[in-house]
């Protein structure tokens, strides 16, 4: 009886733990909208930075994290600071509602999952706006957006996946970023 009980106790354990925990976005990328609109291409930009992101972190080691390829470049950790920061102004950028967290209060963990979570919010503001400019502000406009923080952090994401490769961590050869899917 008393390894019954134990045994009834490691399957729930086991239970509970893997239902409380949380899906990350990106896994894939979501499905496409049906209409192009300015809103619909822009936010499938964002999907795809959001979809590279996830597999570009995903599994990383703190051996990768603190690799640091020259004495001139950033390590991964430094990188992954940097695409976060990225998110934050474009999701500002987007939203009313202004964001400004201390990251490096933040674990690794804590970073990727925000920069997820800001990287989904964007896409999703971006998907019910019908007109992108009025995302134009004093200071720029919104084709800024896309060529100076989207584009960057699609870069940085790149050199996540170098800077991974280097400290003997590759990227997943099951990822294709041409579908937004991992391979059978």
């Not at 893997?18 to 049906?34: F, G």
């Not at 963990?109 to 503001?125: C, D, H, M, P, V």
């Amino acid at each position: 009886m008393k390894k019954f009980t134990l045994i009834l106790a490691l399957v729930l354990t086991t239970v509970v733990m893997a239902q409380s925990e949380e899906k990350l976005p990106y896994y894939e990328i979501p499905e496409y909208p049906e209409t192009y609109t300015a809103g619909t291409v822009a936010a499938r930009m964002v999907d795809g930075l959001g979809f590279r992101y996830y597999w570009a972190t995903e599994g990383l080691r703190q051996e990768d994290l603190n690799y640091k390829p020259s004495e001139s470049g950033r390590t991964s950790a430094e990188t992954i600071d940097h695409l976060w920061g990225l998110t934050n102004f474009i999701l500002n950028a987007l939203s009313e509602e202004k964001r400004g967290e201390n990251q490096k209060e933040f674990t690794f963990e804590q970073k990727r999952k925000q920069t997820l979570l800001n990287i989904k919010e964007a896409s999703e503001i971006l998907k019910a706006t019908e007109d992108i400019s009025k995302f134009d502000n004093e200071r720029f406009p919104f084709w800024n957006l896309i060529n100076g923080p989207i584009a960057d952090a699609l870069w940085h994401c790149g050199q996540v996946v170098m800077l991974r490769r280097a400290s003997g961590n590759p990227f997943n050869s099951k990822v294709s970023v041409f579908s937004g899917k991992l391979r059978e």
